[in-house]
C-alpha cells in the first residue's frame, strides 16, 4: 500500500465545494495517484497541514496504524512549514520533523518516500516563473542524500510543466484557469489561488509520481535494452 502524508497539495478533492461548481474541484495530486497504480492508496493529507500538525492533529496517527512492512510512506510538506520560520525552518524544525518520520516508518519495515513541494505558478510580467520556497526543496533534497530516502522533486517537475506550458495555457492547471476556459466565474480567491489545482493539474503531477514509484521499484529493469534490436532493424 502506499500512503500518504502531506498537505492539500496532496490532499483529496473538495468535491468543487470551493468553487460551487462539481466541474471543478479543488484537489491535491494525491486524489489522483490510485488510478495510475496497482497498489491501493491511503491519503491522509490535508489542507494547512505542517510537519508539526500532522502529527499533532493526529493524521500521522492514521497513517502508522495501518503501515504494514513493505509499505510506501511519501511525504509531501513545505507549504505550510515555510510560514512559521521560527518552530518549522527548513534546516531545524521542518528538517527534524521530516527525519522523524522517516526514522519510524523504517521502524515499521515500511519505506519512506520524500517529495520536494509542488512550485506555485508565480509568472514574473516578464514570463519567468520565481521560486517561491526558498531553501526548503532543497532541504529535502539534501535530507533525502543524508539518510538515503529517495525523492521525487516534484518542484523541478512543476517548474518544467508551468514553463514549458507557458504563462497562459498553464493556467488550465488551476481552477481559476479551468473556469475561464468554460466561462464560469469563481471568487476572488479562487482568481488568485495559483497554488492548488483542479483536475488537469491533479492528474499531470499524480502521472509523474507513479511513474516515479514504478522507476523506484525497479519497473523495467528486466526488460531487454532495445538498442540492438533497432540497430537489426
Do not use: C
Amino acid at each position: 500500500m502506499i500512503h500518504l502524508a502531506g498537505d492539500s497539495t496532496v490532499a483529496p478533492t473538495d468535491g468543487g465545494a470551493t468553487s460551487g461548481h462539481p466541474e471543478l474541484p479543488l484537489l491535491g495530486w494525491g486524489d489522483e495517484l490510485a488510478a495510475f497504480l496497482d497498489e491501493p492508496v491511503a491519503n491522509r493529507a490535508f489542507g494547512g497541514a505542517t510537519t508539526r500538525t500532522f502529527r499533532e492533529q493526529g493524521n500521522w496517527k492514521l497513517v502508522t496504524d495501518g503501515l504494514q512492512a513493505g509499505d510506501t510512506v511519501v511525504f509531501g510538506f513545505g507549504h505550510n512549514d515555510q510560514k512559521e520560520p521560527d518552530v518549522l525552518a527548513a534546516d531545524g524544525g521542518y528538517r527534524e520533523r521530516l527525519t522523524a518520520f522517516i526514522e519510524e516508518v523504517r521502524a515499521a519495515g515500511a519505506k519512506p518516500v520524500l517529495t520536494t513541494s509542488v512550485e506555485r505558478r508565480m509568472f514574473e510580467p516578464d514570463g519567468t516563473l520565481r521560486f517561491s520556497h526558498g531553501p526548503y526543496p532543497a532541504e529535502v533534497r539534501r535530507l533525502g542524500h543524508e539518510l538515503d530516502v529517495p525523492v521525487i522533486d516534484l518542484n523541478v517537475f512543476t517548474r518544467w510543466l508551468y514553463t514549458s506550458l507557458g504563462p497562459e495555457e498553464s493556467a488550465a492547471l488551476f481552477v481559476h484557469g479551468a473556469a475561464a476556459a468554460r466561462g464560469i466565474e469563481v471568487s476572488a480567491d479562487l482568481k488568485k489561488d495559483n497554488t492548488h489545482y483542479t483536475t488537469a493539474g491533479a492528474v499531470a503531477v499524480a502521472r509523474f509520481v507513479a511513474e516515479a514509484l514504478r522507476a523506484l521499484d525497479g519497473a523495467g529493469a528486466d526488460a531487454a535494452p532495445a538498442g540492438l534490436e533497432l540497430i537489426r532493424k
